[in-house]
Structure formats: structure tokens, C-alpha cells
């Protein structure tokens, strides 16, 4: 009898450690990237919102740049490198490696610089289309990888720990759109 006690507690015991495990400011950090990398359907949503609003590309380059999109974020890789807890906040330190998007925009466009004729109409008008296609061609073509440095910030409200949003500049580095 006591050996099934005993291990009843130890059970209970490891019940509540996960539980708060996955509580912690580090926890709260990979689950929110983990949603990336698993492609919830919470971020796919908010990735379509963005898209939706995008009136420069047709309905083909929107469905073409979120599998852009889908692809960083199933390939998303990232490490912890510091956690700082104070009273009811902390920072979380993550290293995210992703796809070098930004490299490829800034080769498009240094190329359309040079070579702006071949985005004209033939009444000399600046063709959308044609730029945006050439931009995800070259985007398509990215294998190169680049590390980036968030730092998460979070706070304590009712015991529990909360993620504060993240800034537009930490979403760019997590697309691999960040220009540093």
C-alpha cells in the first residue's frame, strides 16, 4: 500500500512540475515560436491578414509570397542564449535562424535600380507586376541563411507569465526581412 501511495505522489509531483515548466518565461518563448514552426493556425491567419491588405500584388503573387512565408516559418530554427527574471518581469534572449529574404529584396532592387527599364510599360510607367514577380522569383531562389537576435519580453499577470508583443522589427527578423 505504501509503494502505490508513493508512487501515486511521485506522479502527482511530476504532473506539477511539467505544469509549471511550461510556465516559464523560456516555455512561453518556444511555445510562441513553435506555433511558427508548426504553422498554427493563430500565425497563418495573422499571415493572411497581412497578405490580404497587400493591393500591389495580384492574387497569384499573395498565394506565391505566403508560400514564401510558410516555408521561413516551417524552417524557423532558434536557441535560447539568455533568460533574465526580475520580480514579475523578464527577457528572454532567443537566436533565430532563418531564410535570408532581405538579401534577395536588396539584390532585386539594386538590379532594378540598374536596370529600370525592364520594369516600364510601354508608355514608361513603372509595371507592379512584373517588379513584384522578378522581388519573389529571387526570394524563391534563397538558401542562404541569416541569425538574428530577439529579445522577448514578458510580465507576470495573475501568477502567470505573459508574452508582450513583439515589435515590427523582431516579425522581420522572424520572416528573414530584417534590415540591419
Known amino acids: 500500500m505504501k509503494k502505490i501511495i508513493l508512487v501515486f505522489n511521485l506522479i502527482i509531483l511530476t504532473c506539477i512540475g511539467c505544469k509549471n515548466m511550461s510556465t516559464t518565461p523560456t516555455a512561453k518563448v518556444e511555445n510562441f515560436l513553435e506555433k511558427y514552426q508548426s504553422m498554427d493556425s493563430s500565425v497563418l491567419n495573422q499571415l493572411d491578414l497581412i497578405i490580404e491588405n497587400r493591393n500591389d500584388l495580384t492574387d497569384e503573387q499573395k498565394s506565391n509570397y505566403k508560400s514564401l512565408m510558410e516555408k521561413q516559418y516551417q524552417n524557423l530554427s532558434y536557441e535560447i542564449k539568455n533568460k533574465n527574471i526580475n520580480d514579475n518581469n523578464a527577457n528572454v534572449t532567443v537566436e533565430v535562424e532563418t531564410y535570408?529574404?532581405?538579401?534577395?529584396?536588396?539584390?532585386?532592387?539594386?538590379?532594378?535600380?540598374?536596370?529600370?527599364?525592364?520594369?516600364?510599360?510601354?508608355?514608361?510607367?513603372?509595371?507592379?507586376?512584373?517588379?513584384?514577380?522578378?522581388?519573389?522569383?529571387?526570394?524563391?531562389?534563397?538558401?542562404?541563411?541569416?541569425?538574428?537576435?530577439?529579445?522577448?519580453?514578458?510580465?507576470?499577470?495573475?501568477?502567470?507569465w505573459v508574452l508582450d508583443e513583439i515589435s515590427d522589427t523582431d516579425r522581420e527578423k522572424i520572416h528573414g526581412l530584417y534590415r540591419g
Open 100 to 160: 535570408d529574404y532581405r538579401n534577395a529584396l536588396n539584390k532585386s532592387e539594386a538590379y532594378f535600380d540598374s536596370n529600370e527599364k525592364k520594369f516600364k510599360t510601354g508608355d514608361g510607367k513603372l509595371d507592379l507586376k512584373k517588379y513584384w514577380d522578378y522581388k519573389i522569383e529571387e526570394m524563391t531562389k534563397v538558401n542562404d541563411r541569416i541569425k538574428n537576435e530577439i529579445v522577448f519580453t514578458l510580465h507576470k499577470e495573475n501568477k502567470k
